[in-house]
């Protein structure tokens, strides 16, 4: 009896571990600023859209004639894999398979964008509107 009390207690503890999801950060959530849609906001805007549970950021902007024509946010991912999150993310938005771990680049018609890993800790994320 007692060894099967230690076995649906040792098959309990493992059942629920496998429920338990990894953390994540949600790109989609401020897809508006990773896709450069809100260049035209104010800077603090964007801050507080890409801020979350596992992310804080800061963003910094160059202006033309009253116009952002280039976006940085830096992000701050509490979680080791956020690098490679958001280039899946960017990866599907434009159908692409990049690997590279330190620097990636996808374009179109009007914008660039530009994804490199500073550090562990820290993520640029580089919006350039084309001219």
């Not at 280039?70 to 993310?89: C, K, R, T, W």
């Not at 179109?108 to 994804?115: A, C, P, R, V």
Request: proline share 2%; hydrophobic share 35%.
């Amino acid at each position: 009896m007692k060894q099967l009390s230690i076995i649906i207690l040792i098959v309990g503890i493992i059942g629920c571990k496998s429920f338990i999801s990894k953390p994540e950060i949600n790109w989609n959530h401020f897809e508006e600023v990773l896709l450069g849609h809100s260049m035209n906001q104010n800077f603090t805007e964007i801050e507080h859209k890409c801020s979350q549970t596992y992310l804080t950021s800061k963003a910094f902007g160059k202006t033309k004639s009253n116009s952002i024509v280039e976006l940085d946010l830096y992000l701050y991912p509490m979680l080791d894999s956020g690098y490679y999150q958001l280039m899946q993310f960017y990866n599907n938005k434009f159908n692409t398979k990049l690997s590279d771990t330190i620097f990636n680049t996808w374009q179109t018609d009007s914008t660039e964008f530009i994804l490199y890993k500073n550090s562990d800790s820290s993520i640029l994320v580089n919006i350039l509107k084309r001219t």
